[in-house]
């Protein structure tokens, strides 16, 4: 995951320094904030003559036309709307380059993205646009979550509240690029707080509830449909390699695999017809509880002596709650 630098969260030097200071810990990107405000283009200038490190602008206006001669002078490699101020019919001038994003913020739809089929990515705002040192609000978590179902192609970007538990559970849903100000810039150095956001976790604030795939959206077949062919079509739609295994109560019965179903074909060799589903379940998987913390996740993850892709998540009364996944984790660095 990219980390984007919210170059005016540091308003105790002046811009030079904090763009050196940003570059000499190579940040991926630097975010500009423009409030309706044209004279950030004369700092885009001048960060220009300092560095090419990527700019990410983004524009909150009700009247974005006044910026599209500027962005023509001078090009972004992310330009941001914000979705809130746009009036209908609002697009792009097709010579403009960069990468195109839509902002919204947490109460809105991702819905609205449909209407803006040009844009490469969406951008989240986690906390309220212009507060510097929000607090991550965790309904966006689902939010990250439907985005990626209703438009697997595009990227998704996140401003507000991000720390370094956040980061991880941001890595971990997928999402491309973060941006990061007041946490950067209240940390000891840019450096230790870079190291926190890309590769340790943090205190823990949010439970596994808050950021897993839910029952409903997860793969499953029911223990008192369990057949081969049940199996093979749970793990087919899912995509995930693997599904779970519930009763009716929704109680927790166990997971079959991509890798479950390999074995159980080279047991069954001479009769694949002989293959008992029964036998490809395995009944005492490694799972997680839907009120540990992040922390207290990657403690059971250390433990496990194998490699760990995916676990399922329950509650105190073993009722299959969800999932987590952690295939965008390799994605997230792409």
């Excluded at 941006?179 to 340790?200: C, E, Q």
């Excluded at 499953?220 to 009763?247: D, M, P, R, W, Y």
């Excluded at 540990?292 to 250390?302: F, Y």
Aim: aromatic share 8%; net charge negative.
């Amino acid at each position: 995951m990219k980390i984007s630098a919210s170059i005016y969260s540091d308003n105790k030097r002046p811009l030079k320094e904090v763009i050196e200071d940003l570059i000499d810990h190579k940040v991926d990107l630097l975010h500009v904030d423009c409030n309706d405000d044209v004279l950030v283009f004369e700092d885009i200038d001048k960060i220009r003559e300092w560095t090419d490190t990527p700019i990410d602008l983004h524009i909150i206006t009700e009247t974005p036309e006044k910026y599209f001669d500027l962005l023509r002078k001078t090009p972004v490699e992310y330009l941001t709307f914000q979705y809130e101020q746009l009036k209908e019919g609002f697009a792009i001038p097709a010579d403009i380059t960069g990468k195109k994003g839509l902002a919204v913020i947490t109460p809105t739809s991702v819905d609205v993205f449909e209407n803006f089929p040009e844009m490469d990515f969406i951008l989240i705002m986690a906390t309220i646009p212009g507060q510097s040192g929000g607090v991550f609000d965790a309904h966006n978590f689902s939010k990250i979550r439907n985005f990626r179902n209703k438009f697997p192609g595009k990227a998704i970007h996140v401003d507000g509240g991000v720390n370094g538990e956040v980061s991880f559970i941001l890595r971990n849903l997928g999402v491309r690029s973060s941006v990061s100000g007041s946490y950067l810039f209240k940390a000891p150095s840019i450096g230790h707080a870079l190291m926190d956001l890309t590769t340790r976790e943090m205190d823990s604030h949010y439970k596994i509830k808050d950021f897993m795939i839910p029952i409903g959206e997860a793969p499953t077949v029911l223990i008192e449909e369990l057949s081969n062919e049940n199996i093979l079509k749970a793990i087919e739609q899912g995509n995930l390699g693997f599904c779970l295994v519930i009763n009716r109560e929704g109680k927790l019965e166990g997971l079959t695999s991509n890798a479950d179903i390999r074995k159980g074909l080279l047991r069954n060799l001479s009769d694949f017809n002989a293959m008992s589903p029964e036998k490809l379940v395995n009944k005492t998987p490694v799972s997680l509880d839907e009120e540990m913390t992040v922390i207290e996740m990657m403690k059971v993850i250390r433990e496990c002596k194998f490699q760990v892709t995916y676990l399922p998540v329950k509650d105190s009364v073993n009722r299959a709650k969800g999932i987590v996944t952690f295939v965008n984790l390799i994605k997230g660095e792409l």
